[in-house]
């Protein structure tokens, strides 16, 4: 595994959302995977019925830094 690989997860209750390695995120819900690569913005409602908290991230190009909001 790269040694920039990371979870993506929600500020606020932890569920992971997606994976981020080599500048290319990894979001995998039961049989779907989707793979996004280069500059963009993507945002997530966390799944959880109790939680739905809107988190957004920010890649700024690839294998660059991640910024995530909460």
Known sequence: MA?????????ACGKLLARMCDGVLTIQRGELQVTIDGEF?????????R???LNLISVRSHGARLTAFP
């Open 41 to 49: 913005r993507a945002s997530f409602v966390c799944s959880q019925p």
């Open 51 to 53: 939680c739905r908290r």
């Open 3 to 11: 040694d920039d690989a990371r979870d993506i997860r929600c500020t």
